[in-house]
């Protein structure tokens, strides 16, 4: 059994920050892709930010400049920085995974419950 589990979200002003988590845990051999995406009321799930097991990283153009995507694959954990945060970055925001659970076998995606992140003009 594989979970994925977000925390770190919150209230904050505007122009605040914010550091998102999301730990894997369970019988996982290695994670390929890790992403973060969010979902606003009444909008689709979009992707904000992405990163290979690598650390090759992409980011949405709305959140360029001002978040920073990282991971830790000894912890199987990835990380969101977010800095200058705006009232549109309001969401909800969930971690995916791209995850092997044995050598050589497939990958699977998993995704977490989803943390609230509210920024406040």
């Known amino acids: 059994q594989v979970q994925l589990v977000e925390s770190g979200g919150g209230l904050v002003q505007a122009g605040g920050s914010l550091r998102l988590s999301c730990a894997a845990s369970g019988s996982i051999f290695s994670i390929n892709a890790m992403n973060w995406y969010r979902q606003a009321p009444g909008k689709q799930r979009e992707l904000v930010a992405a990163?290979?097991?690598?650390?090759?990283?992409n980011y949405a153009d709305s959140v360029k400049g001002r978040f920073t995507i990282s991971r830790d694959n000894a912890k199987n954990t990835m990380y969101l920085q977010m800095n200058s945060l705006k009232p549109e970055d309001t969401a909800v925001y969930y971690c995916n995974g791209d995850v092997i659970l044995y050598k050589l076998g497939p990958s699977f995606g998993y995704w977490g419950q989803g943390t609230q992140v509210t920024v406040s003009s």
């Open positions: 990163i290979t097991s690598g650390g090759s990283t």
